[in-house]
T-cell receptor
Framework: TQLLEQSPQFLSIQEGENLTVYCNSSSVFSSLQWYRQEPGEGPVLLVTVVTGGEVKKLKRLTFQFGDARKDSSLHITAAQPGDTGLYLCAGPRGGGADGLTFGKGTHLIIQP | EAGVTQFPSHSVIEKGQTVTLRCDPISGHDNLYWYRRVMGKEIKFLLHFVKESKQDESGMPNNRFLAERTGGTYSTLKVQPAELEDSGVYFC???????????FGPGTRLTVL
């Protein structure tokens, strides 16, 4: 199983600030996904990146897939309290195995 | 359209007891996945059904875990007998086709005392 390392593990910033969280691996992934999870709920898919170097934007969120398809980043511009949550990256388990492998996630708190 | 539902939302049992978790996928989704998150660790894959067939159960921790999906609709995951290390949040996800977006349920929080 391919491993995904996310950093930072915890991040607390003030409303209006910018931030970037990272998802890294020593393995090449055919695609990576970013999920957001809120307390008491399951992960909800935000975006899937499939091409090395790809950049996708979702309002104030910008997702980038590394050129070598081993890493990804999520940048949030002018963070809002509603962005608070657990952000998870995930990718195919690889090697013909089904299902997804997840990182441990970044716990993000945006203080008003 | 109803999302993935899981029952119960919480379960507290004693070591050695049996617990059965249930997942109802989105209607029409042939693919059903079980995942588990143990405290401090990442969400880990347990197994994958395609309709009623187990496609991949390589993530099942041991033979105390039994998953079924009779009729290819809802699925159950039974833990018998439960051990302390089985505590965690068990997620179910479903997708229409292989490789499609997986939609996750809210999870069942299992605590084994």
């Amino acid at each position: 199983t391919q491993l995904l390392e996310q950093s930072p593990q915890f991040l607390s910033i003030q409303e209006g600030e910018n931030l970037t969280v990272y998802c890294n691996s020593s393995s090449v992934f055919s695609s990576l996904q970013w999920y957001r999870q809120e307390p008491g709920e399951g992960p909800v898919l935000l975006v899937t990146v499939v091409t090395g170097g790809e950049v996708k934007k979702l309002k104030r969120l910008t997702f980038q897939f590394g050129d070598a398809r081993k890493d990804s980043s999520l940048h949030i511009t002018a963070a809002q309290p509603g962005d608070t949550g657990l952000y998870l990256c995930a990718g195919p388990r690889g090697g013909g195995a089904d299902g997804l492998t997840f990182g441990k996630g970044t716990h993000l708190i945006i203080q008003p | 359209e109803a999302g993935v539902t899981q029952f119960p939302s919480h379960s507290v049992i004693e070591k050695g007891q049996t617990v059965t978790l249930r997942c109802d996928p989105i209607s029409g989704h042939d693919n059903l996945y079980w995942y588990r998150r143990v405290m401090g660790k990442e969400i880990k894959f347990l197994l994958h059904f395609v309709k009623e067939s187990k496609q991949d159960e390589s993530g099942m921790p041991n033979n105390r875990f039994l998953a079924e999906r009779t009729g290819g609709t809802y699925s159950t995951l039974k833990v018998q007998p439960a051990e302390l290390e089985d505590s965690g949040v068990y997620f179910c996800a479903s997708s229409q086709d292989l490789g499609d977006t997986q939609y996750f349920g809210p999870g069942t929080r299992l605590t084994v005392l």
